[in-house]
């Protein structure tokens, strides 16, 4: 069984730039989650697909955006990138919706915004 | 809205010591409570769940019980060893949008 895997691993940016995260869930999930984890905080809630469609959103801008294919991997854009957004982006997948069951977080994209 | 409060780290403790690592919530309605742990260089996984009032989640030697009237889920473990060093995240979800409120985080440290 192949895990949550997560691409690249590490990024540099600069200010103004766009960015795309990538995310391979876990077989047989239908659902992915991303989240953004700052560094000593707790992860927090961008987002959810489900089905390919989005399925609930946190409080972040619409500068955050994302995709989800027929296989169920998935694409966090950003867009128009501020020093703030330097962080770890963690996708996650589970079956049906995250906040009542197990999810499986990959390792994880580092984005360093210069 | 609803949160999730955790005790400040880092802990450091010997192994074999008694560990308890505080967890209290705000939220409406019924949630779901977890615990996830991330280890050095892996993502983080689930380490146990409780999904109703008086529930104990339990793994590893680890356990904790959804509270309700203390609205907490403290996490505790009787002997420590050096391999459960590790950042420890509660989180509250249900209900919530399909999301999870995660805690700060509390790392904790063993020391042979």
């Known amino acids: 069984e192949t895990g949550v895997t997560q691409s690249p691993t590490h990024l540099i940016k600069t200010r103004g730039q766009q960015v795309t995260l990538r995310c391979s869930s876990q077989?047989?999930?239908?659902?992915v989650s991303w989240y953004q984890q700052a560094l000593g905080q707790g992860p927090q809630f961008i987002f959810q697909?489900?089905?390919?469609?989005?399925?609930g959103r946190g409080n972040f801008p619409p500068r955050f955006s994302g995709l989800q294919f027929p296989n169920y991997s998935s694409e966090l854009n950003v867009n128009a990138l501020e020093l703030d957004d330097s962080a770890l982006y963690l996708c996650?997948?589970?079956?049906?919706?995250?906040?009542?069951?197990?999810?499986?977080f990959g390792e994880g994209s580092r984005l360093t915004v210069l | 809205g609803n949160s999730v409060t955790q005790m400040e780290g880092p802990v450091t403790l010997s192994e074999e010591a008694f560990l308890t690592i505080n967890c209290t919530y705000t939220?409406?309605?019924?949630?779901?409570l977890f615990w996830y742990v991330q280890y050095p260089g892996e993502g983080l996984q689930l380490l146990l769940k409780?999904?109703?009032?008086?529930d104990k989640g339990s793994n590893k030697g680890f356990e904790a019980t959804y509270r309700k009237e203390t609205t907490s889920f403290h996490l505790e473990k009787g002997s420590v060893q050096v391999s459960d060093s590790a950042v420890y995240f509660c989180?509250?979800?249900?209900?919530?949008?399909?999301?999870?409120?995660f805690g700060q985080g509390t790392e904790l440290s063993v020391k042979p």
């Open positions: 996650a997948s589970s079956t049906g919706l995250a906040d009542t069951g197990e999810l499986f």
């Open positions: 077989s047989g999930h239908n659902t």
């Open positions: 697909y489900y089905r390919e469609e989005e399925n």
């Open positions: 939220a409406t309605g019924y949630p779901s």
């Open positions: 409780a999904t109703k009032a008086d």
């Open positions: 989180a509250l979800g249900g209900n919530q949008g399909g999301k999870l409120i």
